[in-house]
């Protein structure tokens, strides 16, 4: 399945602001419904921008890959934060 990166999406610093939501909402257009994201990119930022971008009213139809922490890498701490990152989605 082909799908969307989030890395240095979500950063405050980066002043993205919604320009970082163009090109997730054109391949959600185009019938792209991976989404690969990470607890660590923007610290959260990326997960958090998914509640307010494109994908938010397509989530039942999205595949949502996140990754963890090393800090995070113990089967508490894995359940732990992949319970936040789907109250952020």
Same mark, same amino acid.
């Given at each position: 399945?082909?799908?969307?990166?989030?890395?240095?999406?979500?950063?405050?610093?980066?002043?993205?602001?919604?320009?970082? $939501?163009?090109?997730?909402?054109?391949?959600?257009?185009?019938?792209?419904?991976?989404?690969?994201? $990470?607890?660590?990119?923007?610290?959260?930022? $990326?997960?958090?921008?998914?509640?307010?971008?494109?994908?938010?009213?397509?989530?039942?139809?999205?595949?949502?890959?996140?990754?963890?922490?090393?800090?995070?890498?113990?089967?508490?701490?894995?359940?732990?934060?992949?319970?936040?990152?789907?109250?952020?989605?």
């Amino acid at each position: 399945m082909l799908g969307l990166g989030t890395w240095r999406m979500g950063e405050r610093k980066s002043g993205q602001g919604g320009r970082a $939501a163009r090109p997730c909402k054109l391949g959600l257009e185009l019938g792209i419904r991976l989404i690969d994201t $990470a607890e660590m990119y923007g610290e959260g930022g $990326a997960e958090e921008m998914r509640r307010r971008r494109p994908w938010a009213r397509l989530r039942d139809e999205i595949y949502l890959v996140s990754k963890v922490y090393p800090h995070n890498a113990s089967r508490k701490g894995t359940i732990a934060a992949c319970e936040r990152s789907l109250e952020a989605a």
